[in-house]
């Protein structure tokens, strides 16, 4: 069951954006991959930590999670794809997003089946960890849309 799930996660995702215009997607394209590293880098900062240990994976991966590799790219398009032309909801639904991740689906998802357990870090630092990205990537964003 966790193997399927962290398939899933990984290959799944990414047929969503062929629902998209994608021509649209593609302007966002360098902020899922600028994001894509950002998070690499706290994973690898949670292995010099301890803030939590990654207990099953696919096969290939180590200490990084598929999530990381399928599912973050594509929601962070889709979240830029409907809500950064407003600064204010991009910012609500990032907040809603991180919030749901880090108190219900890293919790009583992710932990309760197995895929990694929280060591030296509560929800809610988890929370402020994944908040702390947000303003980066929408100067990240703004940034490329300039050039």
């Known amino acids: 069951m966790t193997e399927l799930l962290l398939w899933i996660l ?38 010099v930590w301890n803030w939590w240990t990654v207990k099953e994976n696919l096969f ?13 790219p594509v929601v962070t398009i889709i979240v830029f ?11 609500g639904t990032n907040l809603l997003v991180d919030a749901i991740q880090a108190f219900i689906v890293s919790p009583f998802v992710f932990e309760r089946i197995g895929l990694y357990t929280m060591d030296n870090m509560s929800n809610f630092w988890f929370f402020l960890l994944l908040l702390s990205i947000v303003p ?6 703004r940034w490329y849309d300039s050039i």
């Open 81 to 91: 794809y409907f809500t950064y032309h407003n600064v204010w909801l991009f910012f």
């Open 10 to 47: 990984f290959l799944g995702p990414p047929p969503l954006l062929l629902l998209l215009d994608l021509k649209r997607v593609k302007r966002f394209l360098s902020v899922a991959f600028f994001t894509l590293i950002l998070t690499s880098i706290y994973w690898q900062m949670e292995e």
């Open 60 to 72: 290939f991966l180590t200490n990084i999670s598929s999530f990381n590799y399928g599912f973050l």
């Open 136 to 141: 980066v990537i929408y100067l990240y964003q």
